[in-house]
């Protein structure tokens, strides 16, 4: 006689309410004050900006290496609305660069590959394992808008607060990936893992190259 498997039930994680100027502390960002010993205002923002262009690049791409897999798929259209958002952000920060005079990271060259590379790769394993990808690189990200939003202190608030916004964004976007099954992809705990680390590295890479 046989069984019949039990389905895994994915729970849905409650949806988050969009950051806004006034609830940056409810968020948990508690923007702290600038102290002597810390980099000079024009060197962290050029910083910010690079490494932030640099990361929206790199997203925008590991969507692209995904949609070429998945796009006729059901997966491929959730994939297509985070890419929008992605291109949106970047955007935004090909504006700030130029109003910032701030140069982009050296390894755009590298991350144009290594991003298309990781999402083709990923789907390929399965739209389980292209939403595990999004729920490792948005789980890194979100701290390091959050650690940003720290560093300003109480410094550049239309900034701080653009940077909470899409903090807010790519936290959705992770939501997005653990309701659409992410879990259930093969090996998720180390393919997460590896994909955090990858993304941890490419941020302290960008900042300094």
Known sequence: MKTRRKKKVTRRPAPRAPIGAHNL????????????????????????????????????????????VLGQSKAGA????????ERAHLKSFEKLMLARRARPSALLPIWRVAGYVLGAGTALLGPEAAMACTVAVEEVIDGHYARQVEQ??????????????????????????LAHGAE??????????????????????????
């Open 184 to 209: 259930e992809a093969r090996g998720y705990r180390p393919l997460t893992a590896a994909i955090r680390a990858g993304a941890r590295a490419a941020i302290w890479l960008s900042e300094r190259i």
């Open 25 to 68: 502390t409810r968020a948990g960002i508690r923007p702290r004050a600038r102290l002597p010993g810390d980099m000079p205002l024009p060197a962290l923002l050029e910083r910010m900006i690079r490494v932030d262009h640099a990361g929206e690049f790199g997203a925008v791409r590991i969507y692209e290496g995904q949609i070429r």
């Open 78 to 85: 959730v994939v297509r609305r985070m890419a929008e958002q």
């Open 152 to 177: 300003l202190g109480t410094d550049e608030p239309e900034l701080r607060r653009a940077f909470a916004r899409f903090r807010a964004e790519e936290i959705h976007h992770r939501d997005t990936a």
